[in-house]
Every structure is written in structure tokens, then in C-alpha cells.
């Protein structure tokens, strides 16, 4: 009975994070200098637009 439980439980869990993916990264401080910046970037691979839509974002707040 426990295991049964427990199979739905992680089925549970795993639908509640594959959610999580939030979209986009938003051009703040921590995503727009060092690591924050190389990571949000690989999100962008395949959009050219966002991308540099994000880097226009990035450069305006170092302004």
C-alpha cells in the first residue's frame, strides 16, 4: 500500500517541476554579468530576436 503511495507521489512531484521552467530568463543584475549572463544566453539558442531583445535589456540597466 505504502509503495502505491509513493509511485503517486513522485509522479506528483515530477509533473509539479517539469512546470517550473517559468520561460525566459528576465534581464536583471545576477542574469545579465558572469555566469548569470552565459546561462540565460544558452536559453536564447534558437531565437535570435529574444535574444538580443535580452542583451538590449542587459545593456540598458548597466547604463
Do not use: H, W
Amino acid at each position: 500500500m505504502n509503495f502505491k503511495y509513493s509511485v503517486i507521489c513522485i509522479i506528483g512531484l515530477s509533473i509539479a517541476l517539469i512546470g517550473c521552467d517559468g520561460g525566459p530568463p528576465e534581464a536583471n543584475a545576477v542574469n545579465c554579468s558572469g555566469k548569470g549572463m552565459e546561462k540565460a544566453l544558452s536559453s536564447f539558442r534558437n531565437n535570435e530576436t529574444e535574444r538580443q531583445a535580452f542583451l538590449d535589456k542587459c545593456n540598458a540597466l548597466n547604463k
